[in-house]
Nanobody, 123 residues
């Protein structure tokens, strides 16, 4: 089992940036695909981005393409989500998750989740 802990959330003005981190422990993080998801109040959890186990393949949800960047450092057992040009509609709790399979936007394929970190973007 992989244990995941997110950090880096906070309050930022529209147009600003935040970098979320996901610290992994428990097993070899490099074996797992990592994904970022978010959930806004009253809405379903939605896919944000995913990265393959070695970091060579990434995929993004349309609303964040060109603004967000996912990365990972397997030597540090860590993943990251750089968020630029933030918008009020990016406000949500952000979760990192790991999957033993291939990169996917399907949350059901991720079997380990962090507790989430709040991101609030003011207008």
């Amino acid at each position: 089992q992989v244990q995941l802990v997110e950090s880096g959330g906070g309050l930022v003005q529209a147009g600003g940036s935040l970098r979320l981190s996901c610290a992994a422990s428990g097993v070899n993080f490099e074996w797992y695909v990592m994904g970022w998801f978010r959930q806004a109040p009253g809405k379903e959890r939605e896919f944000v981005a995913t990265i393959s186990a070695r970091g060579g393949r990434t995929s993004y949800a349309d609303p964040v393409k060109g603004r967000f960047s996912i990365s990972r450092d397997n030597a540090k057992n860590a993943g990251y989500l750089q968020m630029n040009s933030l918008k009020p509609e990016d406000t949500a709790v952000y979760y990192c998750a790991s999957s033993p399979g291939t990169t996917t936007s399907d949350a059901r394929k991720y079997n380990n989740w962090g507790q989430g970190t709040q991101v609030t973007v003011s207008s």
